[in-house]
């Protein structure tokens, strides 16, 4: 699976931001998806993951009710809504696919896109 995010920008804090991730090579409806992201001199953590019917969403704490992810299996498409985004929202994002169900651990994922930069002014 080849993945390609985008839609990463500067934003003002309190704005919003929508990310695409769209997939080829393998059938997309059969992964996990998820997204995380890496901030400068952090490591990378866990945003979001959906699964792969988008019945079922995980969430990480810092981001529970201003994120939304969901996917569009006939777009091979996953997106991350990110709205009231705060200055530590800044980082790296990217998407990932695996065949873990429901994991928020990045060595369960097996495909990865190339991150695009979200930075949110305070």
């Known amino acids: 699976v080849q993945l390609q995010a985008y839609g990463g920008g500067l934003v003002q804090a309190g704005g919003s931001l929508r990310l695409s991730c769209e997939a080829s090579g393998r059938t997309f409806s059969r992964y996990y998806m998820g997204w995380f992201r890496q901030a400068p001199g952090k490591e990378r953590e866990f945003v979001a993951g959906?699964?792969?019917?988008?019945?079922?969403?995980l969430y990480a704490e810092s981001v529970k009710g201003r994120f939304t992810i969901s996917r569009d299996n006939a777009k091979s498409t996953v997106y991350l809504q990110m709205n009231s985004l705060k200055p530590e929202d800044t980082a790296v994002y990217y998407c990932?696919?695996?065949?873990?169900?429901?994991?928020?651990?990045?060595?369960?994922?097996?495909?990865w896109g190339q991150g695009t930069l979200v930075t949110v002014s305070s």
């Open positions: 990932a696919a695996g065949i873990v169900y429901g994991s928020g651990r990045g060595r369960d994922y097996a495909y």
């Open positions: 959906i699964s792969w019917s988008a019945g079922v969403t």
